[in-house]
């Protein structure tokens, strides 16, 4: 198993802005489609963003437009940049893998431990 490792997540304010990394080392990195999910306390855990291996990008409408999602192959990394953040996007952010963009969304091969992000007014 290929793990996922976040890091990043802490306490921001309503307004700001944070940015959370995973590292997955592993020689398929390349060609696999990344994403991340979070969940939100009494909730369900939900898609946010994904990216696949030609940097094609997913957002899950709640995010788009504040979110960015980018890799680095070299590194075998990705980010999830949060911009301009609400109360709602307070949430366990896990990181997930899988090789295709449709598997990634719904059936994760991977998955990493989760970060916390609190978001406060």
């Known amino acids: 198993q290929v793990p996922l490792v976040e890091s990043g997540g802490g306490l921001v304010q309503a307004g700001g802005s944070l940015t959370l990394s995973c590292a997955a080392p592993g020689r398929t990195f390349s060609t696999w489609t990344m994403g991340w999910f979070r969940q939100a306390p009494g909730k369900e855990r939900t898609f946010v963003a994904s990216i696949g291996w030609m940097r094609e990008t997913y957002y899950t409408e709640a995010v788009k437009g504040r979110f960015t999602i980018s890799r680095d192959n070299a590194k075998t990394t990705i980010e999830l940049q949060m911009n301009n953040v609400k109360l709602e996007d307070t949430a366990i952010y896990y990181c997930?893998?899988?090789?295709?963009?449709?598997?990634?969304?719904?059936?994760?091969?991977?998955w990493g431990q989760g970060t916390q992000v609190t978001v406060s007014s």
């Open positions: 997930a893998s899988a090789p295709t963009i449709a598997k990634v969304r719904t059936a994760p091969d991977y």
